[in-house]
């Protein structure tokens, strides 16, 4: 396992185990005067689902027909409201908490709308949210997501998850995992304030196991750890493809220079393209590229074979799944359509929303 882990990603496995991340409270002013979203996987996660629980798929299965004749009316009949606060999406219903300073308004579709006194109360909401409303996926995700933490040659957490499997962790597993902690905290205040953060998410999901007396263990920071491992299984630092585009970057150096190849490279990664059109005034801090990054070799063109970690064909295909088996599962767990199957990648990552 690295030993090492971005604070921002930590807070990516937050939003991981929320998947669909509250609301702000409607005293908030939105940027947005137009937003619009749809979740055809929907906000409910009990098992068997609600009645209505497929309402945003027949949404966004209305738009199949219209094709490439949607008009601006279309989107405000097969999207729903993504405003701050209830908007037209009502009428709310409050749910209790016992939590004084936070309130949870659902609105028609079960969104949570989230209002707190100070960011603790935002972050134990979510919490809160995610123990309702995706426990069942949480509990499949949060042991099995310890094989992507420790790096397990052969196994995919991703897999495991998908296919209902179970890894159990040994000690020395959660203690491996359990050194992200020091990581944090050697990272300063931002990392103390990122543990903090954590801690207090975690408040949100076990009081909401102990005020329902669910037959559940407590959540712990190595399942958060785990969590965000995970993540980047699949998204981000480690989508799988390195070695290739690696070996696509070599090329490029050997053929048009190191300065000129790389320059080309970063452009054809449209890390960050000031050309872009933007619905949102203003600039933000985003990451950068590192000018210099230890660690990260620079493959020869063609010199990379992939060697499978368990020699059995079928045992490997069983515990590793190849590419498209992987893109399957991700879809799968993010509610998402496959990828096209002339090559191109899937066309919606869960969420859908414009803004003006």
Excluded at 50 to 63: I, S, V
Excluded at 141 to 161: E, F, H, K, Q, T
Excluded at 162 to 176: D, G, I, R, V, Y
Excluded at 329 to 353: I, M
């Amino acid at each position: 396992m690295g030993r090492r882990v971005g604070v921002a990603g930590v807070v990516l496995a937050v939003a991981f185990a929320l998947a669909v991340v509250p609301a702000a409270g409607a005293a908030s002013k939105d940027p947005a005067r137009t937003a619009r979203n749809i979740i055809p996987s929907g906000q409910h996660g009990a098992v068997p689902p609600p009645a209505g629980a497929d309402t945003q798929a027949k949404m966004y299965d209305g738009l199949t027909p219209l094709f490439d004749q949607i008009s601006n009316d279309d989107l405000f009949t097969y999207f729903k409201s993504e405003r701050f606060g209830i908007d037209t999406d009502g009428p709310a219903t409050t749910e209790a908490v016992p939590r004084p300073g936070v309130t949870i308004e659902r609105d028609a579709y079960d969104v949570p709308h989230v209002t707190g006194l100070t960011h603790d109360d935002g972050i134990w909401a979510a919490g809160w949210i995610a123990a309702e409303d995706r426990r069942l996926l949480g509990e499949q995700a949060r042991y099995n997501a310890r094989v992507a933490a420790i790096d397990a040659p052969g196994l995919s957490g991703i897999a495991l998850i998908a296919s209902l499997k179970t890894f159990e962790p040994s000690a020395q597993t959660e203690a491996e995992v359990a050194k992200q902690t020091q990581v944090l905290e050697a990272a300063g205040r931002q990392g103390r304030a990122v543990l903090h953060d954590i801690d207090v998410f975690l408040s949100g999901i076990n009081d909401y196991i102990a005020a329902h007396s669910l037959a559940m263990e407590p959540w712990t920071r190595n399942d958060i750890y785990a969590l965000n491992a995970l993540k980047g299984q699949f998204v981000g630092q480690g989508g799988g493809d390195e070695a290739r585009r690696s070996q696509f970057l070599g090329g490029l150096r050997q053929r048009l220079g190191a300065r000129k190849g790389t320059s080309i490279f970063n452009d054809l990664r449209q890390f960050k393209n000031p050309e872009l059109p933007t619905t949102v005034d203003g600039r933000f801090p985003y990451g950068s590229i590192p000018k210099r990054a230890p660690g990260s070799v620079v493959l020869d063109p063609d010199s990379f074979q992939r060697t499978p970690a368990v020699a059995d064909p079928e045992l490997a295909r069983r515990v590793a799944p190849d590419d498209a088996e992987l893109g399957a599962a991700a879809d799968q767990l993010e509610g998402r359509r496959p990828a096209d199957p002339a090559g191109g990648a899937g066309q919606d990552d869960g969420w859908h929303r414009f803004e003006s």
